[in-house]
C-alpha cells in the first residue's frame, strides 16, 4: 500500500486556495480458504465484513467440493495447493489491487494449504483458523485417503518441529503478521497442532493467538462463530487500517518538516509570507517480502 499527498489549487473566484490532497493507493485483499468439506459460502460472512475495511475480498471452492465435488474421491492436496495459487493469482492480477498487501484466511484443511501457499506466493497477512496438519507423505494420493490413515489422530497430538512437516516448515520461513484461532474442543485438530503451529512461526513479524472457549471444530454454535468473525476483523483491522494510519502519519510528518524548514529559510530572509507547500509526497508500505 501507499499514502500520496498531494498540493492543490482550489479556485474561488479569481483566487486560489492552497489545499492539500491526501490518499491512500493499492488496496489490501483478502483471499479465503474453506475447509475440506466446507465450501465458499462459509466465508461470505467473513468476506462481507472485511470488505467494509476497504479490502478486496475473493472467496472460491476447492476442487473436490461444490461444482467439482465429483473429485471428492480423487483430488489431491497438489491439486488443492494448485487451485489455491491460481485463486491468489487472479486476485493479485487485478489492477486496483496492491499485490504486496494480500492476507490470506484459511479454515483447518484450507489452513495447512494457506501455511503451504506462503512458499510460493507473498502473503503480506496469515489468519489460520484450526489449521489442520498431515503426514508430507504420499503427498499425490487422495486426500480422503489421508482421513483413512488410523494413525493421523496420533500424528497430530505429537510435538513436531518445522523440519517433521512442510507446512510447519513454511512457518518457520514466513516473516508476515500471523492470526492463529483455536476452539478450545477441537477433536479434529487438538491443541498440539496449534502448539506445533505457533512454536515454527520463529520469524514471524508478529503473531496474534486466540483461543474460542468452548468451541468445537465446525463452531456449531453461533456465539462461537460471531467470536470468531470479531477475532478476524479486529486483527484484520490493525493490520490493515492500521498499516494505512501510519503511512497517512510518515507523509503528513514529512510535510511539516518540509514546511518548517521552508520557514526557517524565509525567516533567514526577511520574507513575511508564510510558506505553502508544493508537491507531492508518497510514503510505501514496507512489506515482509
Same mark, same amino acid.
Given at each position: 500500500? +501507499?499514502?500520496?499527498?498531494?498540493?492543490?489549487?482550489?479556485?474561488?473566484?479569481?483566487? @486560489?486556495?492552497?489545499?492539500?490532497?491526501?490518499?491512500?493507493? %493499492?488496496?489490501?485483499?483478502?483471499?479465503?480458504?474453506? %475447509?475440506?468439506?466446507?465450501?465458499?459460502?462459509?466465508?461470505?460472512?467473513?468476506?462481507? +465484513?472485511?470488505?467494509?475495511?476497504? !479490502?478486496? !475480498?475473493?472467496?472460491?471452492?476447492?476442487?473436490?467440493? +461444490?461444482?467439482? @465435488?465429483?473429485?471428492?474421491?480423487?483430488?489431491?492436496?497438489?491439486?488443492?495447493?494448485?487451485?489455491?495459487?491460481? @485463486?491468489?493469482?487472479?486476485?493479485?492480477?487485478?489492477?486496483?489491487?496492491?499485490?504486496?498487501?494480500?492476507?490470506?484466511?484459511?479454515?483447518?484443511?484450507?489452513?495447512?494449504?494457506?501455511?503451504?501457499?506462503?512458499?510460493?506466493?507473498?502473503?503480506?497477512?496469515?489468519?489460520?483458523?484450526?489449521?489442520?496438519?498431515?503426514?508430507?507423505?504420499?503427498?499425490? *494420493?487422495?486426500?480422503?485417503?489421508?482421513?483413512?490413515?488410523?494413525?493421523?489422530?496420533?500424528?497430530?497430538?505429537?510435538?513436531?518441529?518445522?523440519?517433521?512437516?512442510?507446512?510447519?516448515?513454511? !512457518?518457520?520461513?514466513?516473516? %508476515?503478521?500471523?492470526?492463529?484461532?483455536?476452539?478450545?474442543?477441537?477433536?479434529?485438530?487438538?491443541?498440539?497442532?496449534?502448539?506445533?503451529?505457533?512454536?515454527?512461526?520463529?520469524? &514471524?513479524?508478529?503473531?496474534?493467538?486466540?483461543?474460542?472457549?468452548? &468451541?468445537?471444530?465446525?463452531?456449531?454454535?453461533?456465539?462461537?462463530?460471531?467470536?470468531?468473525?470479531?477475532?478476524?476483523?479486529?486483527?484484520?483491522?490493525?493490520?490493515?487500517?492500521?498499516?494505512?494510519?501510519?503511512?497517512?502519519?510518515?507523509?503528513? &510528518?514529512?510535510?511539516?518538516?518540509?514546511?518548517?524548514?521552508? *520557514? %526557517?529559510? @524565509?525567516? &533567514?530572509?526577511?520574507?513575511?509570507?508564510?510558506?505553502?507547500?508544493?508537491?507531492?509526497?508518497?510514503?510505501?508500505?514496507?512489506?515482509?517480502?
Amino acid at each position: 500500500m +501507499e499514502a500520496k499527498l498531494s498540493s492543490i489549487d482550489i479556485p474561488v473566484g479569481e483566487d @486560489a486556495l492552497s489545499g492539500t490532497l491526501l490518499t491512500p493507493s %493499492g488496496m489490501p485483499a483478502v483471499l479465503f480458504v474453506h %475447509g475440506w468439506g466446507g465450501s465458499q459460502h462459509h466465508s461470505l460472512v467473513r468476506a462481507r +465484513e472485511a470488505a467494509g475495511l476497504g !479490502c478486496i !475480498c475473493m472467496t472460491f471452492d476447492l476442487r473436490g467440493h +461444490e461444482g467439482y @465435488a465429483s473429485m471428492r474421491q480423487t483430488v489431491t492436496r497438489a491439486q488443492n495447493l494448485d487451485d489455491i495459487k491460481a @485463486a491468489y493469482d487472479q486476485l493479485a492480477s487485478l489492477s486496483y489491487v496492491d499485490a504486496q498487501s494480500i492476507a490470506v484466511v484459511g479454515l483447518s484443511y484450507g489452513g495447512y494449504l494457506s501455511a503451504l501457499l506462503t512458499r510460493e506466493r507473498p502473503v503480506e497477512w496469515l489468519a489460520l483458523r484450526s489449521p489442520a496438519l498431515y503426514k508430507d507423505a504420499y503427498w499425490d *494420493q487422495p486426500k480422503v485417503s489421508l482421513n483413512a490413515d488410523p494413525d493421523l489422530m496420533a500424528y497430530r497430538q505429537q510435538r513436531l518441529r518445522p523440519e517433521d512437516n512442510i507446512a510447519l516448515a513454511a !512457518c518457520a520461513n514466513y516473516k %508476515g503478521d500471523v492470526l492463529l484461532v483455536e476452539a478450545e474442543h477441537d477433536v479434529i485438530v487438538p491443541q498440539p497442532v496449534l502448539q506445533n503451529y505457533a512454536a515454527a512461526f520463529v520469524q &514471524a513479524r508478529s503473531l496474534t493467538t486466540r483461543l474460542i472457549a468452548g &468451541a468445537d471444530h465446525a463452531l456449531s454454535i453461533k456465539e462461537h462463530q460471531q467470536q470468531y468473525t470479531r477475532a478476524l476483523i479486529d486483527w484484520l483491522t490493525e493490520m490493515v487500517v492500521g498499516r494505512r494510519i501510519a503511512l497517512a502519519k510518515e507523509v503528513v &510528518a514529512t510535510r511539516k518538516q518540509l514546511l518548517k524548514d521552508q *520557514q %526557517g529559510a @524565509a525567516a &533567514a530572509q526577511l520574507e513575511q509570507a508564510a510558506p505553502v507547500f508544493r508537491g507531492d509526497i508518497r510514503a510505501v508500505e514496507k512489506t515482509s517480502g
